[in-house]
């Protein structure tokens, strides 16, 4: 594919910038290059549990000075959709972490069950049998369910640990509804960082290193794609449909827009 129309970088980054602790290739030179390039970036996770302030921290600390309005969780576009559904804020039922919680509060909600008008839920590490009774009898009584992301596991030092998708699949089997996902693989999360950079979706490149989450979102979001094979995806033979461009890294994509 051509490049001349991209103005911006929509970046997954766990496997495109970092593997736990230690960066992909120099991030400083990386990033620098997109300034050079006049690219704009966004970073793009799945993560409910941490704050955009929190990566913008990580970031910092491996060189690279963003601002957390740069950094789109699916808390942060969980919270934009309920702001848009509820304008005038009110009360939601959350299971959730820091991220969820103050990203709901930041777009003007309270956080409790006796009066919310919705339910949303993420990854909890401290879930109970309670928290999950209560979700399920707002949603019976028909309150609209939420949720972050459908993630089934995510990676820890002892192995696959249980994702926001398990916690969501517990509420959706007491309640019977199934939860309107915000995250990737669903559009929103990059409709939303497009509509922040007065783009058009032709001109953002979607750059993961996850097929099923990072590259299928782009794509339903209308957006070019570019696989890096530094992460979870290791080999692009027999995807599709295809991502636009594969990749080695970040650092060899961005040398070719």
Not at 28 to 36: D, G, H, K
Not at 74 to 92: N, Y
Not at 147 to 158: F, K, R, V
Request: aromatic share 6%; with cysteine.
């Amino acid at each position: 594919m051509t490049f001349q129309h991209i103005r911006a970088l929509l970046l997954d980054m766990d496997g495109v910038l970092w593997r736990g602790a230690e960066p992909i290739g120099s991030l400083v030179n990386i990033f620098q290059r997109c300034q050079e390039k006049r690219l704009q970036v966004r970073f793009i996770t799945n993560n409910s549990t941490r704050t955009p302030q929190d990566f913008a921290a990580k970031l910092g600390r491996l060189g690279v000075i963003v601002s957390p309005d740069q950094v789109l969780t699916s808390s942060v576009a969980s919270a934009a959709r309920l702001r848009a559904d509820f304008p005038h804020g009110r009360q939601v039922y959350a299971i959730g972490e820091a991220g969820l919680q103050q990203a709901l509060t930041a777009a003007g909600f309270s956080l409790g069950a006796q009066n919310a008008v919705a339910v949303v839920a993420g990854l909890d590490t401290h879930l109970t049998y309670e928290k999950i009774a209560q979700a399920a009898r707002l949603i019976l009584a028909g309150r609209p369910f939420y949720g972050t992301n459908p993630d089934p596991t995510l990676p820890t030092p002892d192995g696959p640990a249980p994702g926001a998708g398990a916690v969501l699949a517990a509420i959706a089997t007491a309640s019977g509804q199934a939860p309107q996902i915000i995250g990737k693989p669903q559009p929103e999360l990059f409709q939303q960082a497009i509509q922040q950079l007065q783009l058009e979706a032709h001109q953002c490149l979607v750059v993961g290193d996850r097929y099923e989450t990072d590259i299928r979102g782009g794509q339903a979001a209308g957006c070019p794609t570019a696989l890096v094979l530094s992460g979870a995806t290791r080999s692009a033979t027999g995807l599709l449909p295809a991502p636009d461009v594969v990749a080695p890294d970040l650092a060899s994509l961005v040398e070719q827009l």
